[in-house]
């Protein structure tokens, strides 16, 4: 249903979900961004309209409301453990269209890719999206390269005008909550991008791929920093660690916590092995794994093309540039 | 030619080694101006200098070879960039009321500068605000972080950014990266254990490293600004040193009082038999627990700030 509601009585509904549910949206967070007297926009749980970024692309994306960047598995004592009482309420995301594809990655991974994951599951029975739409293309975004600008996967679509709300409730459960006028309407979404990616075939890519001169330029670019993994929406790496409390050794926890392929230590092994030390190497790695070896496993490609990883290279390393630069390799080689 | 040569020193002019020419010394404080302001030193300095602009290096300019006897027409020209520039003056298109108190120098700051703590321009302008015109030799600086471009340990006030790093262990990967950067760039105030960050906090300069390199946000910068306030640097002849810390973790408004409280006491113990002194030396007379007395009179620090128990001074001794 399409309804049309003012902002305060969006406002008041949303108090009432918050009985049930805990509700996360992009937030300009004042004075916590990387400079000093900048944003960040990143994800929080919000009570109110306003309080939400409406008009920039978070920098972060909303991957982190769903899979936490440090999560405790288990807590261990001698010869016991015990799991972490997980969260009572149920969760409602803003989130635009390319994160709603994001998140079909994530499941992808964590659900679909041989033993379901407990924690994501959990976590994931409960979420609900809200879409937000998008009136225009960011810098750096290409979503319509990777068709992942328009989406009808949503409980509920949200489109501000003025002092008014327009909302497409396609969740039942929600039409308990939003009370207004019905108004026909479409959701937001862009047509176009300045960027745009051309993705090679999985035949253009040639075997010895790994050997193009292409990475050779981001083994000094590139500073291993791992900011295009963290902000990525569908970067899923995690690594374990077990902790050993300080005053009490025989007791501890083990969590998993986010990991990045580009970062030192990722492809560390006992014995002090470890592959991809040149950083044009964890580059391929990366750029491959969102544009080809998913895609040959799964049949669609990883990158939903939110651009976040280009919006925070520090080097102005563009993994769009580096994608078109693959394809035009794979065209020269035919 | 009978000319007061104390009136025009005053006025910002200076005697110069070419009798009956002057020099004009123009005022940036926080070393930023409208480019539209150029126009008008560009026309003095052709219709009655020299044809040259001098870069001084208190980020203020020299409009060189002005006759001596054109200074009020000068003065008149010059006023839209006095008053452009926010310069407390006592007379309209009487040129600058005091030279005493230095130009306000600061270096580019956080409107481009990604290491800057703060908008040092415009803190320059506050104290500018503060304390001019007075004739009392004192130079300030502003730097917006401890890189310290703009050298403020060779000024009475120096002044540095500094943040407070905040950390959400929740966000933190264990990357390392701050720790590398803290170990390799600054004074190696973080440590990881047990996969997270501890920051020893007498270590910690805020230099903000941390939060520059966090990939995650995990380090953050607090709301409120905070500032090394190091004292008593100098140059010159007699005994020239660095500014040694006062206070750390020092807020805006008090380094505002604290600069004022000090005009208090050079006019209290300056060596009136003298040209000029300069307030380094005032401080090496009476000591420092005697200016510490008069700096800190009414400032209400929080409990964030340290202060200096007291403070031996370095440099060069003849
Ligand atoms: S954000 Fe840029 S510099 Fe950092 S790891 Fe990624 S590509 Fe390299
Ligand atoms: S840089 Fe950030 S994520 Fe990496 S160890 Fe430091 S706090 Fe943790």
Redesign the pocket.
């Known amino acids: 249903m399409k309804i049309e509601i003012s902002k305060e009585d969006f406002n008041k509904s949303l108090h009432r979900l918050g009985d049930e549910y805990r509700i996360y949206a992009p937030v300009a967070m004042a004075y916590k961004g990387t400079f000093s007297d900048t944003d960040s926009i990143r994800y929080k749980e919000i009570n109110t309209l306003d309080e939400i970024e409406f008009n920039l692309k978070s920098h972060f994306s909303p991957k982190e409301v769903i899979l936490p960047i440090t999560q405790v598995l288990f807590y261990f004592t001698e010869d016991q453990y015990k799991e972490p009482e997980t969260e009572k309420k149920k969760l409602l995301v803003f989130l635009r269209a390319c994160d709603i594809h994001a998140v079909k990655r994530m499941d992808q991974i964590y659900l679909e890719n041989g033993q379901r994951d407990p924690y994501y599951q959990e976590v994931r029975d409960t979420v609900k999206f809200v879409l937000i739409g998008c009136e225009k293309s960011y810098r750096n975004c290409f979503c319509v390269s990777m068709g992942t600008n328009k989406t009808e996967d949503y409980s509920l679509g949200i489109k501000p005008v003025g002092d008014q709300v327009l909302l497409d409730i396609k969740d039942e459960e929600l039409n308990a909550y939003f009370f207004g006028e019905e108004k026909d309407f479409e959701m937001n979404y862009v047509t176009s991008n300045d960027i745009k990616v051309l993705i090679p075939e999985p035949h253009q890519i040639a075997k010895d791929i790994a050997e193009a001169p292409l990475w050779r330029e981001?083994d000094e670019?590139?500073?291993?920093?791992?900011?295009?993994?963290f902000v990525c929406s569908t970067c899923t790496c995690f690594r374990m660690q077990d902790i050993f409390y300080k005053d009490n050794e025989n007791n501890g926890e083990r969590r998993r916590v986010w990991a990045?392929c580009?970062?030192d230590g990722y492809t560390d092994m006992a014995g002090g092995h470890s592959f991809r030390k040149r950083?044009g190497d964890?580059?391929r790695y990366?750029v491959l794994h969102k544009v080809y070896d998913y895609n040959k496993r799964f049949g669609y490609h990883m990158c939903v093309g939110c651009g976040r990883?280009d919006d925070?290279?520090?080097?102005?390393?563009s993994?769009s540039t580096c994608v078109n630069k693959l394809h035009d390799l794979g065209k020269e080689e035919r | 030619m009978d000319i007061n040569t104390k009136k025009v020193t005053k006025n910002a002019y200076r005697i110069t080694k070419q009798r009956y020419k002057t020099a004009l010394r123009v005022r940036v404080p926080g070393g930023r101006l409208k480019a539209e302001y150029l126009e008008i030193l560009q026309k003095i300095a052709d219709e009655y200098g020299d044809g040259d602009l001098h870069l001084t290096t208190r980020q203020g300019f020299e409009i060189t070879g002005i006759d001596m006897d054109k200074i009020d027409e000068v003065n008149a020209i010059i006023q839209p960039v006095i008053e452009g520039l926010e310069i407390n003056q006592i007379n309209p298109n009487t040129g600058y009321t005091a030279a005493g108190t230095r130009n306000i120098c600061a270096c580019i700051g956080n409107r481009v500068c990604p290491k800057a703590q703060y908008e040092t321009s415009g803190f320059a302008k506050r104290i500018e605000q503060a304390i001019f015109p007075n004739d009392f030799h004192v130079k300030v600086a502003l730097t917006g972080c401890p890189n310290d471009c703009i050298k403020v340990r060779m000024h009475d006030f120096g002044i540095i950014g500094m943040t407070l790093p905040q950390y959400d262990k929740q966000r933190c990967v264990s990357c390392g990266r701050c720790v590398e950067k803290c170990t390799k760039l600054s004074t190696g105030a973080l440590t990881m254990e047990n996969y997270k960050v501890t920051r020893e906090h007498d270590k910690c300069i805020g230099c903000g490293e941390c939060v520059l390199n966090c990939?995650t946000n995990a380090w953050t910068r607090n709301e409120e600004k905070f500032y090394r306030l190091a004292i008593m640097g100098r140059t010159g002849k007699k005994n020239p040193r660095l500014a040694e810390d006062f206070i750390l973790w020092i807020d805006e408004d008090s380094i505002i009082k604290i600069i004022k409280n000090t005009y208090d006491y050079i006019g209290e113990y300056i060596d009136r038999s003298l040209p000029k002194e300069h307030i380094g030396y005032i401080v090496d007379r009476t000591g420092f627990i005697e200016y510490k007395k008069w700096a800190l009179k009414d400032v209400e620090l929080s409990p964030m700030a340290k202060v200096a128990s007291n403070i031996y001074w370095g440099g060069i001794r003849y």
Not at chain 1, 312 to 317: D, E, F, G, L, R
Request: net charge positive; charged share 15%.
């Open positions: 981001y670019r590139c500073v291993a920093c791992g900011k295009c993994n990045s580009q970062v950083h964890r580059m990366k990883c925070a290279c520090p080097q102005y390393i993994f | 990939p």
